[in-house]
């Protein structure tokens, strides 16, 4: 048996999912539907993928208990097939070993604390004040200001700033590019010129958070910027100054959320959203894709439009009367306006 491979009826066990077909089929690797070999594992969770499930070459299947039957090889059956096999599929992920140290080229304050578990990187820089907890990893050319702390476990994979006074709980991630604890965009307007507005707080990052690439979470002005635990946030996001960000929300790429946002713990928030400032989302809300939020949302529920979000059966009762708005304004106006 190679190294890094499994019988099914060992995943099945694992994972505490039902075996269907041959509990000796050995699993070395995952892939698609469409690309997996015989020793690889495969998922359907989508139903737009189901017509790839009769052809394919994959060793075994995740999926759900209704699409079982229709499984031409041996299958797990999940209540939930996506978890299932993003669990299974990190036991086949290629994890660096944190290496403790400091490396050579690294700069660090003197009064700045590193634990001895943790591993520094080439051209890492590590401001006064600042803390690095157990088994923390920061990969090369991270810049770490004054007075920031990042917790046991935490991953800045590469070329990460946190400007000052940033907190990191436990296990976060953060990827390449990314800058937190900047100044807040605070402005005053004083006889015709800007001023301003010192920004004197702090970010604070929950427990098992991820932040993606070139995303910048402001420091606020007075109170702490917040995400709290296992916060989810795509690549180039732009987090403005005293936001707060609930318990397990998730945000796709290239939202702008401006500063004093309030949003709500469990929401899924779409790829191209703006939200206004100083307004609130409640729990539970998922705004789809390229939606302006200008007003607060008080009600879980999913919510679309450009044009200042509404419920989306409305949106979407709204957006086919609009593709015969011109049709009607023709037949209000008569003849003499084609």
């Known amino acids: ?11 099945a066990a694992d994972f505490g999912l039902e075996l269907r077909g041959n509990a000796d089929v050995l699993i070395d690797g995952v892939g698609t539907l469409a690309s997996a070999g015989p020793g690889q594992l495969s998922f359907l969770a989508n139903p ?3 017509r790839e499930l009769a052809a394919t070459a994959a060793g075994a299947v995740v999926l759900a208990a209704g699409d079982a039957d229709a499984c031409p090889v041996p299958c797990l059956v999940a209540r939930s097939p996506y978890a299932a096999f993003a669990k299974i599929a990190a036991r086949f992920e290629t994890v660096p070993a944190v290496v403790p140290g400091i ?8 009064d700045a ?40 476990g935490c991953v800045l994979v590469a070329r990460v700033t946190l400007v000052t006074r940033v907190h990191l709980g436990a296990r976060v991630r953060i990827h390449p590019g990314a800058v937190l604890g900047a100044d807040g965009f605070g402005l005053a307007m004083d006889a015709g010129h800007w001023l301003k507005v010192p920004q004197l707080g702090g970010v604070r990052v929950g427990d098992d958070s991820e932040i993606g690439a070139n995303t910048t979470i402001d420091r606020g002005a007075l109170e702490d910027t917040e995400l709290g635990v296992d ?14 960000i609930g318990d397990h929300t998730a945000i796709a790429g290239a939202t702008a959320i401006a ?16 939200i206004a400032g100083h307004l609130r989302i409640a729990d539970g809300v998922t705004v789809t894709a ?28 709204n957006a086919a009367r609009f593709r015969r708005l011109d049709e009607l304004a023709r037949r209000m106006s008569g003849p003499a306006d084609d």
């Open 231 to 244: 916060v989810r946030l795509d690549n180039q996001i732009q987090v403005g100054h005293g936001v707060r």
């Open 259 to 274: 500063g004093s946002a309030r949003i709500g713990a469990r929401c899924l928030i779409g790829g191209g959203v703006g």
């Open 103 to 110: 490396h050579p080229s690294a700069v660090v304050a003197a």
């Open 113 to 152: 604390v590193v634990d001895p578990t943790a591993s520094v990187g080439p051209l890492c820089s590590i401001g006064s004040g600042s803390r690095i907890g157990a088994g923390a990893l920061l990969g090369p050319g991270c810049i770490i200001g004054d007075d920031n702390e990042i917790g046991p």
């Open 290 to 317: 390229m939606s302006l939020v200008t007003g607060s949302i008080d009600q879980p529920g999913e919510y679309s439009g450009a044009l200042g979000v509404l419920p989306t059966r409305t949106w979407r009762r």
């Open 1 to 11: 048996m190679p190294a890094n491979a499994y019988r099914l009826a060992e995943l």
């Open 48 to 50: 737009a993928y189901r």
